[in-house]
């Protein structure tokens, strides 16, 4: 685990100044889709297509008034519809549906803009709502398909029985809590927050829960009513920051001049997780062997900030080698 070490406002100012000059614009990498999720998408377009085309164009070749054509129109409504076809008909007009509302979400959560004011909680929120209730609408329209009276199974259940059935109380409770933690900004998809001592990327805002992924991929899966106190570490921009050992015998004024006459401070532009810097700030301690420590610092977001530590060391230790100036030894027990 990373030393903890103190860096004051105006180091971190000079890591912000340099974050917002060296920011650029970057095309996100679209990412691969799986050969499985090219079939079923295939397959899924040709079955819109095909009913499309039927509903349009099948009169032309097939009889108008036909059993078939009847039950494929939802729209028409006939005496004795074929129930399977029916249902197949009502289930491919609530998926397209379901599509496009949640891909018109997905177009706004990847509009600034939008997210600015909102935050990409809400999106994912709506995405996640449209996705169940689409699911509710498709049991229903089923079984009214099938011919079951949907109508008398809800009054049949009653109100009362279907909440404590189904559990609702607490479905609306963590729904409740969920809205609280969007409304209030507590945090939103992709910040890093600790939580229960559990410090991870929030992946995931849903109806019921709420998910978290540390850096070594383990998922954390809490109730939206059961989080409690958090602490948010995303707000601004964090800072990465090592204390590298050097020698007793090393000179400071060497160890300057190596640094300054090297491309160490720019290797930013090398490492995409580090926003800004580095910044050597110097001598920052001398342990009773007098092995010396000097500080060095980058600006990154919360969640890069181990793999930006890992590259300051790395950089910094070939160096200092690369100008045979010695390392410290730490760690030795004092005698």
């Known amino acids: 685990m990373a030393e903890q070490v103190h860096i004051d406002e105006k180091e971190m ?43 349009l164009f099948g009169k032309n070749f097939m009889d108008p008034n036909g059993l078939f054509l009847g039950s494929l129109n939802i729209f028409k409504p006939i005496a004795d519809p074929n129930p399977w076809v029916r249902a197949i008909s009502y289930a491919i007009v609530v998926l397209v549906v379901c599509f496009i509302l949640r891909w018109l979400i997905g177009r706004l959560a990847k509009n600034k803009n939008v997210t600015k004011r909102t935050g990409v909680a809400v999106i994912e ?25 949907t109508t008398e199974i809800v009054d049949g259940l009653g109100i009362q029985t ?49 998910q978290l992924a540390d850096v070594g991929g383990d998922i954390l899966i ?12 995303t707000d601004r921009m964090s800072s990465a920051a090592i204390t590298f050992p050097l020698a007793p015998s090393v000179s400071l004024e060497q160890v300057d ?4 006459n090297s491309d160490f401070l720019t290797i930013s532009e090398k490492y995409a997780p580090m926003q800004s810097g580095p910044l050597y700030l110097g001598l920052c301690g ?33 160096l200092m080698e690369s100008n045979g100036i010695k390392l410290g030894a730490t760690g030795i027990e004092e005698g």
Do not use: M, W
């Open 13 to 55: 100012e000079k890591l912000r100044e340099q974050a917002k000059k060296a920011k650029a614009a970057k095309a996100e990498a679209k990412p691969k889709l799986s050969t499985g999720t090219i079939i079923f998408r295939v397959v899924a377009a040709v079955i819109v297509v095909a009913y499309v085309v039927l509903l």
């Open 125 to 149: 929120l709506l995405s996640n709502l449209v996705k169940y209730v689409a699911v509710i609408v498709l049991i229903f329209v089923f079984l009214s398909a099938l011919g079951v009276n």
């Open 162 to 210: 279907l909440i404590i059935g189904l559990g609702v109380t607490s479905l609306i409770e963590d729904i409740v809590a969920g809205i609280f933690i969007i409304a209030e900004h507590l945090f939103d998809v992709g910040d890093v927050i600790v939580l229960d001592g559990f410090r991870g990327t929030v992946v995931q805002i849903g109806i019921r829960s709420t």
């Open 222 to 233: 809490v109730r939206n009513s059961s989080i409690g106190s958090l602490v948010n570490l």
């Open 286 to 318: 001398i342990d009773s062997k007098g092995v010396q420590s000097v500080l060095i610092v980058a600006g990154c977001n919360e969640q890069d900030k181990y793999e930006v530590e890992r590259i300051l060391y790395k950089e910094f230790k070939l």
């Open 257 to 260: 001049e190596v640094v300054k």
